[in-house]
Each structure stands twice: as C-alpha cells, then as structure tokens.
C-alpha cells in the first residue's frame, strides 16, 4: 500500500509540475497572439501526438513524452539577406531551418511573423514563460508562509558545540585531540540570547553568521542576555573551520567558527516574507546553474564508480517526482509538514524552471531575449552613427548554438534519470 500511494503522489507531482509547463507556455502564447504573432501549435510533452483538437489557427494537444512543451511562434527567424558572396556552411545550416519554416509562410502571415515585432513585444512575448513560473513559484511559497510558515532561527542559542571537528568527517563526536570550541571557551550556555558581536548589534541568526565567518580566527566579544541580565563574555578568538557555502552548500568554504546553534521559531510571512525568501533561493539556484555542467558530470561519474550520491546535487523531474512520493508517505513528518514540503518542492522546480529558461543562449527564452535586445542595440547604434539600418539580426545563425545546448540538455537528462533510478537521491 505504501509503494502505490508512493507512486500516486509521485505522478501526480509529475503531473502538476507538467501542468506548471503548460501555464509556462500559456505565458508565451498569450502575449504573442494579444501581439498579433501567428500561432501554430501549443503542446505540454514532446514526440507522438495523443490528444489533440484544434481552434482557429492554433492546433492544442498533448504528446507522448512528459518532458517540457512548447509553442509554435511564425517567423522566428527573418529571411536571408542576399550578400552576393558563395554561402559558408553557417549561412547554409541557417537557410535550410529557414526554408523549412518559410515552407509554411504567405503573404497573408506578413505583419504577424515574430521577427516583425517591436523589441519590447519581442521580450514581453519570450519572458512571459518564465515569468509565469516566477508567479506560480510565489504564489506557492505564500500560501505556506501564510498557512502553514516556516522555522526560522532565532538569536538564542539552543546548542554549544564542545569541540570544533572538520567537515569532511563522518564521526561527529569528539575525541581527545579535538580543540575546544570558541563558544565553549568564553561561557556561552543554552538559553543565551545573543545581544551583539564584536560590538555589532545583532538582528537575525544570519547575520551573527555572516559576522562570526568574516571574523575568520580573529579576536571577538560577544554580549548575551542571560536571567534578564546583559552580560559581556571574555574575548576568544573564533576559530578557521571548513563550513558550508550559504550559495552552494555542496562545497565548504574556510571561514570563522564560534560553535553554537540556534533555537528555532514557528513564524508566519506574507508578501514580503515571501519575496525574501526567492531572492536567496534565487541567488542559491544561479550559483547551482553556473555549474550544472560540471555537476552533472560528477553526478555520471559516481553512477560509474559506485560512489554515494551527492544529496545537493541535481536532479531530474523523474528524480524530483520520486523525492515527491518519498515525501508524500514518509512517517518522519506529520501531515501538514509533509503537505508543507511537497508542496515547497513543487515551487523550487518552478522557480528553477524559470531561471534556467532565463539563461541567455538558445534555445533558452533567454537566449530570445538577449538576440532581441542585441538587434536594438545594433540598430540604435546605427543610428546614431547615422549609418543605414542594418536590419534583423539573423537569429538562424545561432542554431549550431542551439545544437549544443539541446545536446548537452539530452545527455545530462539522460545522466540525471539514469542516476535517479539506479542511485537515488533518499531523504529519509
């Protein structure tokens, strides 16, 4: 019974996140048809057709393979400009795309081909997608801020470390050689409230982090609330210790160490909370794409090798539909914190989904955008120079780029799923 409720929330997860692509594609072809670009198709999945059904020009459907959608937009590419000069093979791979869409196009499309559009429509029609996962994403981590909230570290402490141990160690107890704690060594006990660090007075647990990190092994004071007494403790100097990225917590970075931990609070957020709460998730999710290569990579290469898997590192939607069903079953968490965490991770693949399209290359929505702001930039610049008009950018031109990255986006799927069923990732 456990394995086929694991499945259901499984799917249904699977089925929610290609419901959220759907609404991402929504958020192309709205604009583009308010525009006046010609729409073709609009389809959630990739390969065989299953459904279908038609309505004026647009043809909708789905198709067999759960693994992104798109729309059609006409004209995306404008037509070849004659240069009087044997064509190279760059201008070749681009008139043959180009013959294969033209191979559709009449005069009567002239007008509401994508290429013809404004700039601003251009990048308003191209960002739509990710914005509508943007808007899900929130409106997903609002309704858990608001319902359900999250635990956030207080000021007061709620554990002190008895020795520092290195972060590459498994053993997490202390032996004999192990040297004191910073925190241990100037007094601080459990229930203490954290008042101010090296003179510094202190708002939130994050920043008595940052402050303790950027004071590496230097000499610090710390001033508590102790029994409604302020007290200031004896100056120790925190010590080097080897701690998680806040950015990238795969890796560990060198900085200082005092030794305690924080209490944590029940608390409610709304708007504002919420927004808070992307931005780092945001800034978390940049650092996870610039790297995604080389993450993948080790991701294959323990596969091979046998080696344990990485907990923070990435995951494809099967794996993440997987996770999903360990969540929804799982008897570690009580009901609305099981409710709580599957939907979080609805809304993480969401907003990643988002930046990931944002990624300034094609085929990405980025990339789109990016051709789009590099033809008005061209085009003003000739202006002002009081040059001719060079026109469109042949945006036809990028496809060995596109080749590439849709390339690379194969193989690393295929990495990634291969490594979710044989090796995946375990929560609990």
Known sequence: MTVVAMIGFALLFLALVMASIALHEVGHMVPAKLFGVKVTEYFVGFGKRLWTFRRGETEYGIKLLPLGGYVRLVGMYPPAKATGTPPGWLTRVADNARSYEYETITEADRGRLFYEKKTWQKIIIMAGGPAMNIILAFLIFLGLNVFHGTYQPTLTVATVSDCIIAADREDPTCRAEDPVTPALKMGIEVGDVLVSFNGTTLSSWEQMGDLIRENRDQPAVVEVLRDGQTLVLPEVPTALNHVADRLDPSKTVEAGFLGVAPTQEHVYGGAAATAKQMWTMTKQSVVALSTIPVRIYHTGADLVMG???????????????MVAGEIGVTDKLDTASRVASWFSLLGSVNLFVALLNLVPLVPFDGGHIAGAIYEWLKRGVARLRGKPDPGHVDTAKMLPVVYV??????????????????SPIRLF
């Open 405 to 422: 990255v849709g390339g690379f986006l194969l193989l690393g799927g295929v990495v990634l799923i291969a490594a979710d069923i044989l």
């Open 307 to 321: 080696k344990p898997r990485d907990p923070n590192g990435p995951i494809s939607i099967v794996g993440a539909s």
